[in-house]
T-cell receptor, first 114, second 111 residues
């Protein structure tokens, strides 16, 4: 029974396309995140949502738009994909407001823009 | 904002030896310090964490130490095994703030 699940696991698409990555958590957590992991393995926060409300929006191009239909879901939509968007994207969740308890990560979505 | 540095970036040890990974952080208000292990093709998974009111914590072969004054914390793995080979990330955070991760350490345990 997967705690944090993302779909798809792999995504290959052409420059200029629009794509979405879905994330669901069944842990009852209040906070969900999107992280980007580049080719050097560096993990960088993109967005943080608490109870469907945006808490943190780091310096991310506005081509990236998160959507949280309910507390258990945080989807990531990307418009006009660029080569530099190629990376592994991780969804995560944690209890409470965030920052003081374990974050549970999904298995990642490897996005390749060609 | 918070900045986390991590050393070394790569570490190779012989099976059975110990491994130590060190991190420093910049924000003195940070009070939660988790360590994550990421295996190939998987998401990071928590292996141990420590809060600022504790100086040391141990869980079987894994231990973490925290020096609040110097703003650094370390991960110690004893009796390393091949399955310990992975990328390890330290992180720092506080209430209401996101986790800031270090750049990672690739640990290789040689049989």
């Amino acid at each position: 029974d997967t705690a944090v699940s993302q779909t798809p696991k792999y995504l290959v698409t052409q420059m200029g396309n629009d794509k979405s990555i879905k994330c669901e958590q069944n842990l009852g957590h209040d906070t969900m995140y999107w992280y980007k992991q580049d080719s050097k393995k560096f993990l960088k926060i993109m967005f943080s949502y608490n109870n469907k409300e945006l808490i943190i929006n780091e310096t991310v191009p506005n081509r990236f738009s998160p959507k949280s239909p309910d507390k258990a879901h945080l989807n990531l939509h990307i418009n006009s994909l660029e080569l530099g968007d190629s990376a592994v994207y991780f969804c995560a969740s944690s209890q409470g407001t965030g920052g003081t308890t374990e974050a549970f990560f999904g298995q990642g979505t490897r996005l390749t823009v060609v | 904002g918070e900045n986390v540095e991590q050393h070394p970036s790569t570490l190779s040890v012989q099976e059975g030896d110990s491994a130590v990974i060190k991190c420093t952080y910049s924000d003195s208000a940070s009070n939660y310090f988790p360590w994550y292990k990421q295996e190939l093709g998987k998401g990071p998974q928590l292996i141990i964490d420590i809060r600022s009111n504790v100086g040391e914590k141990k869980d079987q072969r894994i231990a973490v130490t925290l020096n609040k004054t110097a703003k650094h914390f370390s991960l110690h793995i004893t009796e390393t095994q091949p399955e310990d080979s992975a990328v390890y990330f330290c992180a720092a955070s506080r209430y209401g703030q996101n986790f800031v991760f270090g750049p990672g350490t690739r640990l290789s345990v040689l049989p």
